[in-house]
Structures are given as C-alpha cells and as structure tokens.
C-alpha cells in the first residue's frame, strides 16, 4: 500500500524518519539524565567576560529526545545540501554571548541545540521551542519547532534568513 506524507500518521515524512532512525531516534526515546547533565554543564559554564547559558524547558526537552544523535542524511536536499548533524548543546558551550545577543534581539532566551557538523553552524533553540542556526553569514530561521527544523535541515529545504527591524 502506497501512502504518501500527507496521508501518513508517522511524525516525520519517511526520508526524515528513517534519517533519524538511522542515527538512533524513535518514537518514546528520552534521556532525560543526559538532558540533566547538559543543562548542568551549560549552566555551570561562564564566560571570561561573565557571559552565561540561560536553559529552560524547551531546551532541556530537545535534548532529552534528540541529544545526541549524528545524523547523516542520504541523498539530494530540496533547495539545499541537506545537513550533517550533532545534536549536543555542548558545541555551543562557548557561544553564550553570542546566544544571549540573539535572544536579545528575538526578545526571549536562546540556548544550544547542536551543530551542522560540515559546516560548523551553531544551532539553538528558544524558549518558545523555535529553532535557528548561526553561522559566519548570518543567523537563519530552521522552524517553529525541532520536528519543523529537523525536517528542514534534513531534507535541505532552504532557512530564512532573520534580519534586524
């Protein structure tokens, strides 16, 4: 029986599905003590200049489902290369100004999620469960949430770009 993504009852359409399968997903996974650990780490680290990690629930719950997890898509992306990632907000523990002057701007809290291991853009995530990636061209808007942003960068649908006013 054929059945196509808007009729499937899976969570992610197949190619994403079995790209996460195959970094170890699946439906109920939750390591909620490395989670723990992370959000420890992230909130014990400051910077020399007196910059420090805020986390919050949205965070810690990307973490506890995802962290984690090397994730190598096959085949062409959409628009753009799909990406290899890391989720571990770890890649990010040196990064708290920079995610602080994000949050600023986005008027809420930014914390991170991990990173696009070819490219060594910095993914975060926001209180509201929003995710972004930061690079040396700019800071890109993934999705509304990790489901959203896992599907975009997996399938190399092409991020917007978040831009000032």
Request: proline fraction near 7%; charged fraction near 20%; hydrophobic fraction near 40%.
């Amino acid at each position: 029986m054929h059945t196509d993504r808007t009729t499937s009852t899976t969570r992610f359409a197949v190619p994403v599905d079995a790209a996460l399968r195959t970094a170890g997903w699946q439906p109920g996974r939750w390591d909620i003590k490395q989670a723990e650990y992370w959000a420890d780490t992230l909130r014990d680290h400051t910077s020399p200049a007196g910059h420090r990690h805020t986390v919050f629930p949205a965070a810690v719950e990307a973490w506890a489902e995802f962290g984690g997890l090397h994730i190598a898509p096959t085949g062409p992306g959409r628009q753009i290369a799909p990406a290899t990632l890391h989720l571990d907000p770890l890649h990010g523990v040196h990064h708290a100004r920079t995610l602080g002057d994000l949050g600023r701007a986005l008027d809420t809290d930014v914390c991170p999620l991990g990173e696009e291991t070819d490219t060594h853009s910095l993914l975060a995530v926001d209180a509201a469960g929003r995710v972004y990636a930061l690079d040396h061209t700019g800071d890109w808007y993934l999705g509304p949430d990790i489901d959203h942003a896992l599907t975009a960068l997996i399938s190399g649908i092409e991020p917007v770009r978040l831009t000032a006013g």
